[in-house]
């Protein structure tokens, strides 16, 4: 559908386009080149941690990070329902069980206290999302985590820039994944990586991307023979896509502002709104907004017919997200029966409208307006 108000839209400008085709005129190196290990370099440096590994997606940084932890059958890692079904099937890829915990209220993410709670023998990591752009409570996981000497991976897909009191998230566990996927907050397309702060699970990761192969030299490059010393897969991210990622974190600052200032607009329209609740952040909680979520109050029934509401006046809104334990694979293939009581009631509230850097004041205007025009 041609949306007049679209879900989201990359923000690029011309620097994109110059990193890009300076990479591809350079006429080698597109595989492995020097942009990789530029790009790596300054996403450390923007998480605060000591390294980065890139990825081909979000999705295969979440395949990497267990592997490169140790995680296999016979474990259990404790997952978020109210996420994007990657994160729940993370466990599945390496042989371990996903057992789902409930979220709190405040920032959609797992609840510290439910999660304790799951807890059993065979746990071996807990697997939090920041939600939306959020960081969630990540102080009371870790704490969690190291009570129970367990492995702490953060999925930051949805939200790199975000922040605790100025420790950004994926800082907090023993590694983090992060998505470059075409709705992020910056964007390489498709893309990721996983940040750590382990000398060892670094270099597990760069064995883990590219066929289990130690690398000691560029393989398109060189007519030195490189081993392979474990299982390994081509998870490898193209130089010409951390060309694009380079350009892309160089402005991301100016993003973050762009988004911050967009969500604090539709908040200020919207919060008059009786029948809805704007998001709100928990103090020192530094929010990105990847994506701007409302909860309608009465539930389902009406946030559904909102959303088909606002789909007649060309504006797209979405549920993010239903819950993974209701997915067909879940309940049906893998028989799981669980009660999330926190999760299934906001999933039944929850509705993402659009929300992008460049969205304008007669964008705003005319989404606020076409919502109270719902509610009255």
């Known amino acids: 559908m ?88 993370t466990p599945l890829f390496v042989g371990a069980k996903p057992v789902f915990a409930d979220i709190e209220e405040k920032t959609y993410g797992l609840d510290p206290e439910d999660v304790e709670g799951k807890i059993t023998p065979r746990t071996k990591a807990i697997l939090p999302i920041h939600y939306g752009g959020s960081p969630c409570f990540m102080h009371e996981l870790k704490q969690v985590a190291e009570r129970h000497n367990l492995l702490l991976i953060e999925d930051v897909a949805e939200s790199f820039g975000a922040a605790i009191g100025g420790n950004k998230a994926g800082s907090f566990g023993d590694c983090a994944t992060l998505s470059f996927c075409a709705n992020k907050v910056i964007t390489t397309g498709e893309g990721g990586a996983v940040v750590t702060d382990s000398a060892e699970i670094y270099e597990k990761l760069k064995l883990i991307r590219s066929h289990g192969r130690a690398e000691t030299a560029n393989y398109f490059s060189s007519t030195e023979y490189t081993d392979y010393v474990t299982l390994g897969y081509n998870f490898r991210m193209s130089d010409i896509t951390a060309a694009l990622g380079i350009a892309q974190l160089k402005k991301i600052n100016k993003i973050i ?47 559904d017919a909102l959303l088909t509401y606002l789909g007649q006046k060309g504006i797209m809104s979405k549920v993010y997200f239903p819950p993974v334990h209701f997915a067909y694979f879940y309940r049906k293939t893998l028989g799981y029966h669980c009660a999330l009581p926190v999760t299934e009631k906001i999933s039944r509230q929850v509705l993402t409208l659009p929300m992008y850097p460049s969205l304008t004041e007669d964008e705003i205007d005319y989404i606020t307006d076409e919502i109270a025009a719902f509610f009255s």
């Open 2 to 89: 041609n949306w007049k108000i679209p879900l989201f839209k990359i923000y690029w400008d011309e620097e994109d386009v110059r990193m890009v085709t300076d990479a591809v005129q350079r006429g080698m190196f597109w595989a492995m080149g020097p942009n990789i290990e530029k790009f790596e370099e300054m996403l450390a440096d923007y998480i605060g941690v000591k390294y980065a590994v890139v990825f081909n997606s979000g999705t295969s940084a979440l395949h990497a990070a267990p592997l490169s932890c140790g995680i296999g059958k016979g474990d259990e890692v404790i997952v978020p329902s109210f996420t994007f079904i990657a994160t729940a099937n």
């Open 257 to 303: 502002e762009m988004r911050r200032r967009n969500a604090e607009k539709l908040s200020v329209r919207l919060s008059g709104i009786t029948g809805i609740e704007v998001p709100h952040s928990p103090d020192s909680f530094f929010h990105v907004y990847q994506i701007y979520v409302i909860r309608v109050k009465d539930g389902q029934e009406k946030r």
